[in-house]
């Protein structure tokens, strides 16, 4: 029995090495030599000490196209070429699907939602849940916004003022950004008051199963992991179905959310089912009102809506939290961009307070043109989600903004490729491309984004970012996390000041999301220790 399985998976492997080996479209592009015949390039990319580093360097050596070796010999065709980014992404977005580790992986974790979808389903999903995320709807989050800050506010200003800290007091800042923003998606996304800011978090089951996860489920994979998910584009969906039922640590943490979000998901149901104002404008009402329509192109299941909750609290929360995050630590380097940023605050609060408002509005935000240009530096230098994987749907021909050279020498402006090819966009390397950002593109500076005179081309969805991702699967939820940033910062900034503790060394780790950690405490899991000061 054990002989026949053995000789099952060694055939299975020769299989996927040979199918592997007829593609030989990229066998002239350039990229760093294979480190294995069974894991390429895939465990140094995975384990490398700071996200991006080594794709920076081969963008340098190679252009911002290049070819690594994949698992059993696989050729992945890496980019961060604006052209065929915006090739792949928005001209045929339908023809690239999402790779099948991608979709798998982001299955295990948010159900059948729309992170998952096919081009005809993300049609459907896309339609319905548009209106959630219009511009007239965020409007209406934003007392929300700046409600959830001020309290993030009052917290730090009793921790610091508890301890009598009179030159500022270390905080993790990362933890609470977290939880304020979780108690965000529950008021806007659900009507439903999570209120774990001021909980410790011990006996809420939900910020327990969000805690760590993507650092218990995606940092450092074993070898086996890495060769194994290699595999998954060549099993059938039954098969692929299972994944969840697999015991090691990765996929045990991923069905505890999904578990725990669904269950969430129904409290939340039939709370609104029991007592729920008709007309009610919170996100998941307005999707299970769409069910009312009698047109099924324009309905949701059950599991869907479930689905999509357990996605919207990961992606709603999670990664605006990061942000936030990694904005914070550029700010506490840069102490004359914080008083650059007070100076603006005071003189939009000048202008609310001329017209009569308590508060700012949305112009008043979107009028702070260097607040803007911090947001969109911090999320050009810190993209949560720093690499997408694509697969090709068919023979194709993608275009290159930036010619490259070939082994053979030629300089090539088009790259043919086969079907099922995988593509890994490389979206912190285009975030940091010089054709693109200038010669200080590895710098922070935001004055990059107040100057007129640079001509870009018009890529992503924010600001010429891919941080966003782009074209038709482009993040749904771009608007909301951008205003919500504005808010927060806003009041954060205006509230406290910020340093960066001296011999501490905070790395950005790949765990499917550009995580902070501590050099000699990544153990602890998430960190971002910053010297927070009250202004008086």
Excluded at 124 to 134: E, L, T
Excluded at 147 to 174: C, F, H, M, P
Excluded at 342 to 363: F, M, Q, S, V
Excluded at 455 to 472: I, P
Aim: hydrophobic share 40%; charged share 25%; glycine share 6%.
């Amino acid at each position: 029995m054990i002989s026949s399985v053995a000789l099952s998976l060694a055939a299975f492997i020769a299989y996927i090495t040979w199918r592997n080996s007829r593609r030989h479209t990229l066998k002239d592009i350039r990229g760093p030599p294979s480190q294995s015949f069974w894991l390429g390039s895939e465990k140094v990319l995975r384990n490398a000490k700071q996200v991006g580093d080594l794709e920076f360097q081969w963008a340098r050596e190679y252009g911002p196209t290049w070819v690594t070796k994949g698992c059993l010999g696989e050729e992945v065709l890496w980019t961060a070429d604006p052209r065929a980014l915006q090739y792949v992404f928005h001209t045929s977005g339908y023809r690239f699907s999402k790779s099948t580790v991608a979709t798998e992986t982001t299955r295990l974790f948010t159900g059948e939602s729309i992170l998952v979808t096919d081009s005809i389903d993300h049609q459907r999903h896309r339609k319905i849940m548009n209106p959630a995320f219009g511009a007239a709807q965020l409007r209406t989050f934003l007392p929300v916004f700046r409600r959830s800050a001020a309290r993030l506010s009052q917290k730090w200003k009793d921790t610091i003022q508890l301890r009598e800290e009179s030159d500022g007091y270390i905080l993790n800042v990362n933890e609470t950004l977290s939880r304020m923003t979780l108690d965000v998606i529950g008021e806007v996304g659900f009507d439903h008051r999570f209120g774990v800011l001021n909980d410790n978090g011990a006996d809420n089951e939900l910020v327990q199963a969000f805690n760590n996860l993507f650092v218990d489920t995606l940092l450092n994979p074993s070898s086996w992991d890495i060769v194994f998910k290699s595999i998954w584009r060549f099993l059938p969906q039954p098969i692929l179905n299972c994944l969840k039922y697999l015991p090691s640590r990765e996929y045990s943490r991923f069905a505890t959310y999904l578990q725990t979000a669904i269950k969430t998901g129904k409290t939340i149901i039939n709370e609104k089912a029991a007592g729920t104002e008709k007309g009610s404008k919170d996100i998941i009402s307005i999707l299970v009102q769409s069910n009312l329509t009698e047109d099924a192109r324009s309905q949701l299941s059950e599991r869907e809506i479930l689905s999509q909750i357990a996605a919207i609290l990961v992606a709603g929360h999670d990664t605006t939290a990061s942000s936030l995050t990694w904005l914070l630590y550029e700010l506490s380097k840069h102490p004359e961009d914080q008083q650059r940023i007070r100076e603006e605050i005071k003189a939009a609060r000048a202008t609310a307070e001329a017209r009569g408002d308590d508060d700012l509005l949305p112009n008043d935000f979107n009028n702070m043109t260097f607040t803007n240009a911090v947001i969109k530096e911090g999320l050009r230098m810190h993209p949560i989600v720093p690499t997408l994987l694509r697969e090709a749907d068919s023979d194709d021909v993608i275009p290159l903004a930036q010619p490259i050279e070939t082994k053979s020498g030629k300089i090539i402006n088009e790259i043919p490729i086969s079907k099922g090819q995988g593509i890994s966009a490389s979206i912190c390397t285009y975030n940091r491309l010089r054709s693109v950002w200038g010669e200080d593109a590895d710098e922070w500076n935001p004055n990059r984004f107040l100057d007129d005179s640079r001509e870009r081309s018009s890529l992503g969805v924010f600001a010429n970012l891919m941080t966003f991702s782009a074209g038709l699967r482009a993040c749904i939820g771009w608007r909301f996390a951008v205003l919500e940033m504005q808010a927060v910062l806003v009041e954060l900034i205006e509230n406290f000041e910020y340093r960066f503790p001296a011999g501490v060394e905070v790395i950005r780790l790949n765990a499917g999301l550009m995580a902070p950690m501590v050099e000699g405490k990544m153990h602890e899991g998430l960190q971002m220790p910053l010297e927070v000061t009250v202004i008086s």
